[in-house]
């Protein structure tokens, strides 16, 4: 069975760090790229960042450039992505998605093969 798990979310007051984990069963981990999309109350999804399958390539949204920091251990079939510097605009759940293929970026919903159930993320003093 096919699993990607978040965790790792929380209430944290602005300003603050928190790092999220996503951890995946059930495929070959090391041949999905993976994604960090984020869907903020009342909105859409919004593509936050993405990592190359082998982790040698990252991309970000422009809004989270300088501030989130995705990595994976494939040893560990772990995805991560440190939020530092949050922002109450940051406040959404927080999805991992995999997609096939050495590089999968976007929004492109049939880009990607397996999703996770999210992690709630609440930035507030």
């Known amino acids: 069975e096919v699993q990607l798990v978040e965790s790792g979310g929380g209430l944290v007051q602005p300003g603050g760090s928190l790092r999220l984990s996503c951890s995946a069963s059930?495929?070959?981990?090391?041949?999905?790229?993976m994604t960090w999309v984020r869907q903020a109350p009342g909105e859409g999804l919004e593509w936050v960042s993405s990592?190359?399958?082998?982790?040698?390539?990252?991309f970000y949204a422009d809004s989270m450039k300088g501030r989130f920091t995705v990595s994976r251990d494939n040893a560990k079939n772990t995805l991560y992505l440190q939020l530092n510097s949050l922002k109450p605009e940051d406040t959404a759940m927080y999805y991992c998605?995999?997609?096939?293929?050495?590089?999968?970026?976007?929004?492109?919903?049939?880009?990607?093969?397996?999703w996770g159930q999210g992690t709630q993320v609440t930035v507030s003093s």
């Open positions: 998605a995999g997609g096939k293929g050495p590089v999968v970026t976007g929004l492109r919903l049939a880009d990607y093969d397996y």
């Open positions: 990592i190359s399958n082998l982790g040698k390539q990252t």
């Open positions: 059930g495929f070959t981990f090391r041949s999905f790229a």
